[in-house]
């Protein structure tokens, strides 16, 4: 059974810091890698998508990488401002279908 | 842009009514989901859709059931709530079937209070 885990479950940083966010997963068969912003309250909005075929994805201040071999993405915020602060999910399509989320890692930025 | 609307953003029903969730996408999807999301438990797929009036059981299915009469739109029904199912509703939709190359998305949600 796919499971996906991420570290850690809470962060808090000062402006400008850039981070890194882990995510991992229990099995290398999945179709792609998807990352979610959550701000409180509100539903998902999709950051980066990385098909299984990629090592990694670029948007702004974000990137993406995925090793499948190794069961693990990482999602990085380049210079993080108070606007980052949000709950960050990962999650994997796995060889089913499913989409199966991990519990999330919540960003606070401190201007 | 595709967009996932959700038809209330808060509901609050009383224990034993029948409660439905509306979820509309508007970039002719096959693919569409309902989850849940609790503190603690993350989201919890309860069921899906691959296509018009096909329906299959998420993680979750108990005391929900799920109706697509059109493409665009799934519907959560409640048969009869109870406070146990509290919670924040999350709809989604995808383009592909397993493949799925472009990646989900999600409505805004619908938080339910059931008194």
């Known amino acids: 059974k796919q499971e996906v885990t991420q570290i850690p479950a809470a962060l808090s940083v000062p402006e400008g810091e850039n981070l890194v966010l882990n995510c991992s997963f229990t099995d290398s068969a999945i179709y792609n890698l998807q990352w979610f912003r959550q701000d409180p309250g509100k539903g998902l909005t999709s950051l980066l998508l990385?098909?299984?075929?990629?090592r990694e994805q670029t948007s702004g201040r974000l990137n993406a990488s995925l090793d499948k071999s190794s069961g693990r993405s990482t999602l990085y915020i380049a210079a993080s401002q108070p606007g980052d602060s949000a709950t960050y999910l990962c999650a994997v399509v796995s060889n089913t279908g499913k989409l199966i989320f991990g519990q999330g890692t919540t960003l606070q930025v401190k201007p | 842009d595709v967009k996932v609307t959700q038809s209330s953003r808060y509901l609050v029903k009383r224990t034993g009514e029948k409660v439905f969730l509306e979820c509309v996408q508007d970039m002719d999807h096959e693919n569409m989901f309902w989850y849940r999301q609790d503190p603690g438990l993350g989201l919890r797929l309860i069921y899906f859709s691959y296509d018009v009036k096909m329906k299959e059981k998420g993680d979750i299915p108990e005391g929900y059931s799920v109706s697509r009469e059109k493409k665009e739109r799934f519907s959560l029904i409640l048969e009869s709530a109870s406070t146990n199912q509290t919670s924040m509703y999350l709809c989604a939709s995808s383009l592909t079937d397993r493949a799925n190359n472009y990646g989900y998305t999600f409505g805004s949600g619908t938080r339910l209070t059931v008194v």
């Open positions: 990385i098909q299984s075929s990629q």
